[in-house]
C-alpha cells in the first residue's frame, strides 16, 4: 500500500505535489487536482492521514464554486475524471477527490478576508493597534466581529517559506492598480455572500483566503480551493462568545494535541492517535453537512 505522500496515479504525469494537494497534466488546456487525505500542521505533513479528509475537503469547495459562480468566474472545466481513460483503481481513489481544472496562471498573492479579529490579526492589533497596517479602533475584544470585514493580502512564499502579510499598496505594485482592486473587490464579495449564508446555517466564518488566477484572456477566475476548513477558520454560532478563541471546525484538534508533546515542529511529524483521527474526520465531516446538507 502506497503512503499518502506518494504520488497516487501513474497514468499522468504529477506536475506538483504540495502539502495537501497533488497536481496531475492532462493537456495544453486542463489539469487534474487531487485532494489527498495528508495533514500538515505547523507546516510539516504528518505521516497520519485524516480518513476521508480530501473528498470532504472537495465536497465543500465544489458547492462552494457553484453557489458564488454568479460573483466570478471559477477554475471547474467540463471535463470529467471519467473521461480521463484512467486505470479502474486509480479511478477508485479518485473518486469525491479530484476535479478537472482549466490551466491559468496564478497570482503572486494570496487574498485574505477577516470579519473577526483572531490569530495573527489579533496579536498584530494587540502590539499596534492595527491589523495588517489597517489601524482598528480601542477596545476590540479577541474574537471580535470588525465592523467590515477587512482585506489583508499575503505574498505567496516559496517552498519551505512562510507567506508574509503586505499592503494593498504592495499588491497593487506586484499586480498592477486595476487587477489588484478586481481582486480585493472580488474577494470582499465572496466573503461577505459566503459568510451571510453560512450564518444562515449556524456557522459563522470568521476569516479566510482565496486565490485567483488569469485565463488567456487575461479574465480573473477563482482558483485552488474556496472556504474549506483547511482555508477558512469556522466556528459555531452556538458556541461563539467575543473574549475567547471559539472552538473551530478544523485541524485544531490536532494542533492542540501536538502542542502537549515534546517536539520541536520540525520534521518527521510524530503519529496521530486514532482518537485524534476519529475526532478531526468528525469536525470536518460536521461543518461540511451543517453547510451543504442542512
Known sequence: MKKE???MIQSLSLIHQGKVRDIYDIDDKTMLIVTTDRLSAFDVILPSPIDGKGIILTEVANFWF???SHIIPNQLSNKKVEDLGLTQQE???????????????PLPIEAIVRGYIIGSGWKDYQRTGKVCGIELPEGLQMAGQLAQPLFTPSSKAGKGE??????????QDLLGESLAEQVKQASLDLYQQA????????????DTKFEFGLDEN???????????PDSSRFWSVKTYKPGISPPSFDKQIVRD???TLDWDKTPPGPVLPAEIVQQTTG???EVADLLINT
Open 5 to 7: 505522500n506518494q504520488p
Open 66 to 68: 457553484n453557489k458564488l
Open 91 to 105: 479511478q477508485a481513489y479518485l473518486h469525491g477527490r479530484a476535479i478537472v481544472v482549466k490551466k491559468l496562471k
Open 162 to 171: 512562510h507567506d508574509a502579510n503586505i499592503s494593498f499598496e504592495e499588491m
Open 195 to 206: 459568510a451571510a449564508y453560512a450564518l444562515e446555517k449556524g456557522i459563522i466564518i470568521a
Open 218 to 228: 487575461d479574465q480573473l477566475i477563482l482558483i485552488d480551493e474556496v472556504l474549506t
Open 257 to 259: 494535541y501536538l502542542e
Open 283 to 285: 469536525r470536518y465531516r
